[in-house]
């Protein structure tokens, strides 16, 4: 198992849209429509923000969507908030009941 | 609504092995779910250790596999990890969290995320 390819930073201005990719394999992004993000802020613990490539759990903005293209997905933060400055990670399942997680990417509101 | 609390010691030596638990409350950990350690490592992002159910079942890590054990107290409504032969590579955060589960026409599915963290606990390895 590798970890996930994440970009180790993005930004963007209040109201733009940024998009953070996750890389990964036939193994795992590519194998399973099983990929989740989470975010992140400082000292805090991840939470979780889409999962199954492109779902929302209940409570969480629609500003924030997943999709997934190969062994590459990606998260796409709509209408940037101060708020959205955080780390973000993420994950996809691997297979035989394991689970690899990116590198996170930390994304700045400028 | 769950809550996952980690514990255990904050310093360990070089060596020696690590053992944290992670206290369930708001839900019982025998009707079901699986439960997961995760840890932090700076630089290095987030790395899943071993997952448990609450039969006892587990799944680990191959990189960490000969070194771990994840264990389960029903009882105490807790589970455990153990991480042996540890070293410097081994400081990080360490985080339990809940396997998330799906009901769907009346039947629960296992679901592919962890739903439910634990705040998170700093271990360091250093003499």
């Known amino acids: 198992q590798s970890a996930l390819t994440q970009p180790p930073s993005a930004s963007g201005s209040p109201g733009q849209s940024v998009t953070i990719s996750c890389t990964g394999t036939?193994?795992?992004?590519?194998?399973?429509?099983?990929v989740s993000w989470y975010q992140q802020h400082p000292g805090k613990a991840p939470k979780l923000i889409i999962y199954?490539?492109?779902k929302w759990p209940s409570g969480v903005s629609d500003r924030f969507s997943g999709s997934k293209s190969g062994n590459t997905a990606s998260l796409t933060v709509s209408g940037l908030q101060a708020e959205d400055e955080a780390d973000y990670y993420c994950?996809?399942?691997?297979?035989?009941?394991?689970?690899?997680f990116g590198g996170g990417t930390k994304l700045t509101v400028l | 609504q769950v809550q996952l609390q980690e514990s255990g010691p904050g310093l360990v030596k070089p060596s020696e092995t690590l053992s944290l638990t992670c206290a369930v409350s708001?839900?019982?950990?025998?009707?079901?779910?699986?439960w997961a350690w995760i840890r932090q490592t700076p630089g290095k992002g987030l790395e899943w250790i071993g997952t448990?159910?609450?039969?006892?079942?587990?799944y680990y890590n191959p990189s960490l596999e000969s070194r771990v054990t994840v264990s389960v107290d029903t009882s105490k409504n807790q589970f455990s990890l153990k991480l042996t032969s540890v070293t410097a590579a081994d400081t990080a955060v360490y985080f339990c969290?809940?396997?998330?589960?799906?009901?769907?026409?009346?039947?629960?599915?296992?679901?592919?995320?962890?739903?439910?963290w634990g705040p998170g606990t700093l271990v360091t390895v250093s003499s």
């Open positions: 199954d490539v492109n």
């Open positions: 036939s193994s795992d992004v590519g194998g399973y429509n099983y």
């Open positions: 969290a809940r396997r998330g589960r799906e009901t769907r026409g009346g039947y629960n599915y296992v679901a592919y995320y962890f739903d439910s």
């Open positions: 448990i159910y609450h039969s006892g079942n587990t």
């Open positions: 994950s996809s399942y691997a297979g035989s009941n394991s689970w690899v």
């Open positions: 708001g839900y019982s950990i025998s009707s079901g779910y699986y």
